[in-house]
């Protein structure tokens, strides 16, 4: 079973900084992408950074140049780092692999949620 293990939440006051990481267990076939979405409270759930296994990243308006994803390809994790945060960054960050569990089903996979708050 897959299991996406998420770390690095807590709370920071407003420009500081955070790092999230997500490290995926069990067997995936292949990864597409890996990346980090967030919810806030009464919002929908957003994509904040998406790296590609080609090394792509996308980022959400609202944290580019603040936010930088990177992933370990030798050891899987993918990395968040957040700098100069802000309030409205509070959320629930998820980390998501999309890929597939085999060479014909296309899987994605969530983790379970870490709190980021930013407040003084």
């Known amino acids: 079973q897959v299991q996406l293990v998420e770390s690095g939440g807590g709370l920071a006051q407003p420009g500081g900084s955070l790092r999230l990481s997500c490290t995926a267990s069990?067997?995936?076939?292949?990864?597409?992408?890996m990346g980090w979405y967030r919810q806030a409270p009464g919002k929908q759930r957003e994509l904040v950074a998406v790296?590609?296994?080609?090394?792509?990243?996308n980022y959400a308006d609202s944290v580019k140049g603040r936010f930088t994803l990177s992933r370990d390809y030798a050891k899987n994790p993918v990395y968040l780092q957040m700098n100069s945060l802000k309030p409205e960054d509070t959320a629930v960050y998820y980390c998501?692999?999309?890929?597939?569990?085999?060479?014909?089903?296309?899987?994605?996979?969530w983790g379970q949620g870490t709190q980021v708050t930013v407040s003084s």
């Open positions: 790296i590609t296994r080609g090394g792509s990243t």
């Open positions: 069990g067997s995936i076939f292949s990864i597409n992408a």
């Open positions: 998501h692999v999309a890929g597939y569990e085999n060479p014909l089903r296309r899987a994605d996979y």
